[in-house]
C-alpha cells in the first residue's frame, strides 16, 4: 500500500517531469519558429528578421535536466497539388542596368492581375504612396518579366506569406536594379504588423547594422495572414477578395518541409502578369 508521503513525492515527480515537457515543448516550437522567421523571405530579410526576433530567442537562463523525450525529424508534408499544370513557355532572362525612369501616373489606379496555375491573383497597387515600386512592376510585367516564374517559398509559421517574384525561383534573382523603400509609416502597419492582403517587397534591409536600405528589386510577397514584420519592407498594393481565396487555397496545401517553412506543395506559376491602369 502506498503511503500518503509515497503518494506526495510520486505527485510531485509527475508535475516536475510535466513542466520539463512543456517546457522542452515550448523550446522547441519556439527555435522552430525563429528558425522561419530568420530564413523567411529567402536571404534578402536574414539581417531584419533576426533582429526582430532577439527577444524570443532569448535564453530564460534556466538550466534544465535532459528530457528523456525524443523529438521526431520532420516528415515533408504529403498534401496533394490543387493546382494545374503551368502553362507552355520559358521564363525571360531579363537584366536591366538602371531602374525605369517614371512614366506611371501617380494620381491613377494600378492594379496587377497574375494569372497563375492556382487562380487569378488581383492585387490593387497604390501609385500615389509607392511610385517607385508601382511603376518598376508596371515596366516589368510590360516585359513579361514575371511571366512563366515560380512563387518559390511559402511560409506558415511565425508568419505568413507567399513569395513570388524571383526568376531564378530559388530566392536570389532580381531584375539588376534597385528601388528606394516607400511608404513604410503606413497606417496598415501599426503594431509591427502587416495585415492579412498586404502586397509588399522583399529587401536586403539588415536591422543590425543599418545596412540594405532602399534595396528592393523584384521579389515580393503576399500577406495571407497578419503577420509580426517590423515596418521595413515597402507595402504597395492589396490582395483582391477573389485573390485571398486563392492564396488560402495555395497555404491549405503546405509547403514541402514540414516545418512551416519551404516550397509550396501547390505549383504557383504565374502564367501572365498583367498591370492594368483604370
Do not use: W
Not at 490543387?82 to 532572362?93: F, L, N, W
Not at 515560380?150 to 524571383?166: A, N, P, S
Not at 503594431?191 to 532602399?214: D, I, L, S
Amino acid at each position: 500500500m502506498v503511503s500518503q508521503e509515497q503518494r506526495r513525492r510520486q505527485l510531485a515527480r509527475e508535475k516536475f517531469l510535466r513542466q520539463q515537457q512543456r517546457r522542452t515543448q515550448a523550446r522547441r516550437k519556439a527555435h522552430v519558429r525563429n528558425a522561419v522567421i530568420a530564413s523567411v523571405l529567402g536571404v534578402i530579410l536574414v539581417g531584419s528578421l533576426a533582429l526582430y526576433t532577439t527577444g524570443v530567442l532569448k535564453d530564460d537562463g534556466k538550466k534544465e535536466n535532459a528530457s528523456s523525450e525524443v523529438s521526431p525529424s520532420p516528415k515533408p508534408s504529403k498534401a496533394p497539388d490543387p493546382c494545374e499544370k503551368p502553362a507552355a513557355g520559358k521564363v525571360k532572362e531579363l537584366t536591366f542596368k538602371k531602374e525605369p525612369a517614371i512614366t506611371i501616373d501617380k494620381t491613377a489606379k494600378y492594379t496587377m492581375d497574375l494569372q497563375t496555375t492556382c487562380g487569378s491573383i488581383g492585387i490593387t497597387m497604390d501609385a500615389a504612396k509607392a511610385p517607385h515600386t508601382v511603376n518598376s512592376f508596371d515596366f516589368l510585367v510590360n516585359k513579361g518579366y514575371l511571366d512563366h516564374t515560380k512563387c518559390h517559398r511559402l511560409t506558415t509559421q511565425g508568419i505568413y506569406v507567399l513569395q513570388c517574384g524571383d526568376p531564378k525561383g530559388t530566392g536570389m534573382g532580381g531584375p539588376g536594379y534597385t528601388i528606394p523603400d516607400e511608404n513604410l509609416k503606413d497606417s496598415r502597419l501599426k503594431g509591427n504588423t502587416y495585415p492579412a492582403g498586404t502586397v509588399a517587397m522583399a529587401n536586403q534591409f539588415n536591422a543590425q547594422t543599418g545596412e540594405g536600405k532602399n534595396s528592393g528589386g523584384s521579389q515580393f510577397f503576399l500577406v495571407f495572414q497578419d503577420s509580426p514584420l517590423p515596418a521595413n519592407y515597402t507595402p504597395f498594393g492589396t490582395v483582391t477578395k477573389d485573390g485571398m481565396k486563392v492564396l488560402k487555397k495555395i497555404a491549405d496545401a503546405g509547403e514541402n518541409t514540414g516545418m512551416g517553412d519551404g516550397t509550396p506543395n501547390a505549383t504557383v506559376v504565374i502564367n501572365k502578369a498583367t498591370v492594368k491602369k483604370s
